[in-house]
């Protein structure tokens, strides 16, 4: 369904988009992200016992509910509209899916049950320094011990990393590729700190190991699966931000609908008008690109890495286009601490380069891209 | 109109189809045929020419007139717009004369709509038409005629009333181009095609009969046939290739198909053939250059969201939920798409985008999608008025003040045309 | 005014200076100094506190203080503007009451023009200035006032006649900041700095000798010191670093710097600090990456563009020609270029464009480029405003049709506001 | 005088507008583009004789008036304005160039004076293939013959190549450095072939020599003579350009003043005006860059290499930004070939990649880019 969505699909977005608006207006976005732990315990517990939203893409084996990334999907666009502070992008759509793509059948019915239900909040290490997601910026090497392995070194840029329980940590094996290894958060041979983040609605840390024990991933042997997880993840976000730029977009247009200047509405000048059809234009290609990327990985196309790729790197230039024109049709309001539209405005911009800039991912689409795309 | 099901309607057509279709009967003679079988135009009233089907069904004939390899009724250019206008508003003078022409294909009509003083604004129209001695004589100048030059009747745009406010003088005519008050002249356009013509009339006749509809109604009959025009743009400007069988009737309908679509060759060249984008980086050598990677990806980037967003508003139609805004923004979003590749392309064609014709190593194609591009955001509605167009009635933006439609239209400053 | 050389008036400082300056005098001191001899301000009249030179001599006098070491009157902020405004405009009570406090520096001033309602509008202003036993009672809310809170004057744009057409029923004020009827409110941006300030005015008082020129000429007036800060944008808001001489005034003068420029440490920032994309691509080892030097050079490309038409402006009106397009193209580029360089800084950053604060490698510079880079297109006139102008002042295009400035400013329709 | 003209050029670029207004309408540019030699001989001779133009940057002991290339580039951006149809940049800016550069004092005496004159037309042969200007992309070899050297291979996209009476080809010596060497276009073993040009505006073709004799200008040992050759007709093209884009720039603004729409002047909607403003922002950035750049070179700036790149990549992107808004502007009528704006279109289009398009120059910015440019 790269076109359109269920009936299903399209009742699950109408009571996920009541219930953010509910429980995560902008006053509550606005106190979370003051805090340390950025998000609300008690919230969390309800989107994932009766919403069952960390279940989502989760194995039915293991706890989960089984749909699919599309799924996953909806539920990041509505949590990017709402700026959701939660870590359910680090845990479920990051951890989550790291351990579904690169565990075995026992790690999985091990471990996803947890993140299911909400109870187990993971996060991914993968960044090191200033280098990026890219497989190739990434160095750690896990080194054997025994039956295990220790990991030994300080990632970076991990998304609700100081909220996790559990940690998967990309590093290299013994042979040069890529594995995931779990680590238990509480190890006192990890240490974290906060990361002063640009968009404080989605919280960073980095994450140091010393010789930390941990357990490798089995079911996949190459960097696949880290590629998958990427995949995913990439879909996903490019959904949040679709979202994010649909709700800048919709606030932009009803504030000039409200405000006169020179005695006129500010949404009767041509110019306001036509900045509006642009931004409807740019949103709606995103969106476009984001639904097919999600459909294109549940439908296992061979080109699926390619399209993913493309809808990041537009909705990376559609997002943070639109917060442009958002602030700059709200006027000097708009530059303001008190109007709500920096709050996107600053997601859009860390969006931007998370998981890749719209460079990179170009190039990504490029190298992966299908002769009948 | 009695009810008839798809079964039934599959089975009378297969039995037609057996008893009558002989592809090496001549085209004219086989359309004569289904003029009067109502096989040719089934959802034309049962009275014109037609079988009275509902126009849902006319599908289903043809796709058993394709089985069968029959070829069917005229129904390409304008001609299409002609037979709805005239069985919606014509007299029955006007269907008499006109429609078995039309779908035969013996006949060929061509639209005198817009003007060259007034542009996008269509209901601008300053051309006039005066009554005298029983007969309305037009003077006046249009523009962007397709297929002019070889047009038996026209569909005439032209103003009765200067008194009457911009939107209400207007009147609609069926006009003979084949008498001396009418002057074709080709337009040739920057990429060398004419696809055009102007048409110059001085003192041109039109028969009182021939005049469609209320007078003063011109404008409300233009609009549905610009409605009937952006609902079969699809179907009647699309690239029919016909069928290369040997027989008599495929190689009259080739030849027909040929003249119709002679204008259009261009046409994928202005969309900017984003299509042709990582063929032509490797054939020039240069796939590997980061830059121009980076250009084809932003190209390929909005060109297949657009794609796809097309491809959305089509599946929320077609599963019948009301069209959201998709559906509006394609012809602005083929714009940004051409502009993209018309640079992408230049950058990728390096020195030899400097050339054209045989020099240019795609046969001609690249050098005329860089001259071509730039109609895709003016034919059809400008980019402006697609902005307009997408703020009002998408957004619900306020109108922008008129100050054109509230006045006689003689008293509306326009342009003087030479 | 008798006429002087360049050689006369630079012996003539010189002497002053050799006479009285002295680095350990206190600032305050000094400036009193200045008011008495003339010195600080030689363009005031010689009535009041100047020497009455021609504008265009203070460069010369500039000069040799610069030459000595020597500090001049205060010059930074709205009191310029006041100044300017109250010489042109005031009534010699104003003159004698404020002109020694601006010059000396003693007494601050602040500009209450804009209006929470009406934005780029700034004729729209609202704000209510009402006459009762014989004062004028002000109720209103002022926004985007730098340094309201330290002020001790404002010049107020106020409402007195509300029959008036918009421009027409507008009086200016100065306003006495310390009163109960005054709040002053900091007004946090998004990038976590308080440049500025909203003021809110409930019942606060102007005596009737403080209103400046004729009642309802308040937008003439405005529009006066609007030209004078457009004139000293320059100067006034430069990065003035002072000197790091040890001695008293110095030390003096640099707080007094410091206080004025506080609300101005980020603007560096928000013209996205174009001078150190290089020096950051190679700190960030991605100066070598082709499609990143891409945006670099794309950004450079407008900005030095820019910078040169800037001096091309400059050099024009230096020679006495008159003044082409260049120069009014400027606020608008500035725009464009910090817009790129914002996009072009996150690309160098990569994943730390993430990050803020002490985690930003560049210690915070590139963060606050991040988020503050929005303000340029915004603050001083909207790129829309700034269009508006070009098109209509440079271009000579029509003006948009008004429907606010023919019927009385109470029928206007207007922004309510909380 | 980066910023601003002495009034002596300002009272030549006046001149000389003048003159290519009344000689140079589109009536004479639409007849000269259509024929095979595609100028007018008389006009060119009034042009050398009467206005001495051909004599602008070569040395006075050359028969030349000895100016700078500031001078040169008025020149070049009033016959860009005019689109005037002209050997002028294939024999002065590009051949006569080429021998000020790289030719010995004895060479420089024995040609230019006929360049100066006009009586010599000159072109520059350069380009292989596909290959563009670059010096890396030029490969053709000249071999030692006795004391000159005999050339072989074709040169292509070579500006006036039918016309001129002298070619100038890049080629390498035997110690691998790009040499300019001279050659007699009348030399039976010189074989010319037009190449059919998308701006009819300015001819191209390709020339062919077979063991041709040819004679190396000696008086530079390295590719900078080659590299001067092309910083001097950069700044030359990009004063070209954005006398064509201020052109188009001004017709479109005349036709939009002048045509109503719905009642009103075209030149009164909002979008209009603004569009309008972004032209004019964008021509008179580009003619900035394109002013500095012939500037930098006459004063020997160490960083001029890397603003004429600039220059001509502003120029690329503003000449083909103005003509493609210039024809939107127009409506329907801009697409025709009666209306003049496909005139400049064509050649805004051409010279977007003429001496390398904005990526290759922005590049060549970069590795020129001087710390304090």
Known sequence: MKFSFSEEQDEFRTALRRFLQAKSPTTEVRKQMQMDQGYDPGLWRQMCEELALASLHIPEECGGAGFGIADLAIACEEMGRALLCSPYFGSVVLAATAIREAGSDDQKRHFLPGFASGETIGALCAVEGRGGWAADSISMSAEKSGDAFQLTGTKSHVVDGMTASL??????????????????????????????????????????????????????NSNEAYERTLDIALACLASEMVGGAERLREDALEYVSMRMQFGRSIASFQVTKHKAADMLLDVELAKSAAYYAAAAIDDGDTDARGVVALAKAGASDAYIQTAVHAVQMHGGIGFTYDNDTHLWFKR???SEVFLGDANQNRERMLQNWGDNS | MTEITENELRSQVREYLKANWDPNRGLAEWREMLAESGWGMPHWPKDWLGRGLPLGMTAIVDEEFNKFGAVGAAKMGIRVLAAATILEHGTDLQKEKYLK???????????????????????????RADFKDGKWIINGQKVWTTSA?????????????????????????????????????????????????????????????????????????????LMHERRGADSARRYESGTDRPERIYEEERQEIATVMAPYTWYPQRTGRVDLLVERAKAMGVWDDPDIRQDIAKTLTIAKSAEWTARRARAASQAGKPQGPEGS????????????????????????????????????????????????????????????????????????NRTDTDRPFRDVPRNQVG
């Open chain 2, 329 to 400: 923004i394609g012809k602005l979003a083929a714009s940004i798409v051409a502009r993209s590749a018309n640079l992408t392309h230049t950058k990728i064609a390096g020195p030899n985008a400097m050339l054209t014709g045989d020099e240019d190593e795609a046969g001609g194609v690249v050098a005329e999608i860089l001259v071509s591009t730039p109609a895709i955001s003016i034919a059809g509605g400008t980019d402006e008025i697609q902005r307009n167009i997408i703020s009002e009635r998408i957004l619900k933006m306020p109108k922008e």
């Open chain 2, 101 to 127: 022409g039309i779908m035969t294909g013996t006949e060929t009509w061509c639209q005198l709509f817009s003007e060259p003083g007034s542009g996008s604004d269509l209901a601008g129209a300053a051309t």
């Open chain 2, 149 to 225: 030059h070889h047009a038996d009747y026209a569909l005439l745009l032209a103003r009765t009333d200067w008194d009457a406010v911009k939107h209400k003088g207007l009147s609609y005519f069926i006009l003979d181009m084949h008498q001396p008050g009418v002057q074709v002249h080709q337009l040739k356009q920057m990429n060398g095609h004419a696809s055009f013509n102007q048409v110059f009339m001085t003192d041109a006749v039109v028969e009182a009969n021939m005049q469609v509809g209320e007078l003063g109604e011109g404008w409300k009959i233009a609009t549905t046939t």
């Open chain 1, 167 to 220: 940690l998967v940590v990309v590093a290299r094996k013994p042979d040069g590729a890529l594995g995931m290894f779990i680590v238990d958060a509480s190890d006192n041979t990890v240490s974290r700190k906060p990361q002063n983040s640009m968009d404080p609605t989605r919280k960073l840390s980095t994450v140091s190991f010393a010789k930390t024990p941990a357990v490798l991933l089995t079911a996949d």
């Open chain 1, 348 to 350: 859009a911009k860390a």
